[in-house]
């Protein structure tokens, strides 16, 4: 085993709600990243919503304030949530990976992706959220979200906008909304927006009828 790498579920509880867990996760070493983020960053939302959005860690603002999807990819999710008619407090909202990971580039604290070696070693907290919610859809939100949640390398392009059966819930994979921002043309991203907002509505349909 890796000693900075020795996995969540020494720190995860056993019991108790998300509020349990929210708290627990603070004081989690199961990997080197605790030790230059802020703090840790746990999902939110209700234990009965029906819609879990998982993306890949908080960035910069979200470690910040201890809260997810808070920053610019924030405000877009948020936008594209009300264009498919999602209330976004109905859903669970959390990341694969609970610490920021980043590099220091003079004052500025730059997204450094994680690899899966955290993925793996925060995979505890993610299963103990999927225990205690109970939705019945689950939208990864980029590359690192899907392997995290299906336990495999998954390749956007080809899975986007599908629903997958996943035990007794559905799965289905889309961009990260921070790809959205990283697109400078307007008219390329008012498209990419627009098969977002699908790829959202596609999983609020999923909801009344899951994958067989």
């Known amino acids: 085993m890796d000693e900075d790498r020795p996995g969540a579920q020494e720190w995860v509880p056993d019991t108790g709600g998300i509020g349990e867990l929210r708290e627990a996760v603070q004081g989690c070493r199961g990997c080197e990243l605790w030790r230059d983020a802020t703090q840790a960053v ?17 960035g910069d603002k979200e470690d910040r304030a201890g809260e997810p999807f808070i920053g610019p990819a924030g405000r877009i999710l948020d936008q594209a949530l009300e264009a498919a008619g999602i209330d976004r407090s109905e859903v669970y909202v959390t990341n694969a990976v609970k610490h920021f990971r980043f590099e220091e580039r003079g004052k500025r604290r730059i997204h450094r992706r994680p690899d899966v070696g955290h993925i793996e070693a925060c995979g505890p907290w993610l299963d103990a ?13 980029g590359a690192t979200a899907g ?32 790809a959205i921002l990283r697109i400078r043309e307007r008219d390329p991203r008012e498209f990419a927006f627009e098969e977002f907002v699908r790829d959202l509505g596609v999983a609020r349909d999923a909801v009344r009828r899951p994958a067989s």
Do not use: N, W, Y
């Not at 959220?129 to 939100?141: I, Q, T």
């Open 42 to 58: 746990f999902g939110e939302g209700g234990e009965g919503a029906r819609i879990m959005l998982v993306g890949e860690q908080p």
């Open 129 to 141: 959220e999927l225990d205690r919610v109970d939705a019945s859809v689950l939208v990864c939100l």
């Open 147 to 178: 392997r995290a949640v299906l336990g495999r390398p998954v390749k956007i392009s080809a899975e986007r906008g599908v629903v997958q059966a996943f035990g007794r819930r559905s799965v289905t994979v889309t961009v990260h909304p921070s």
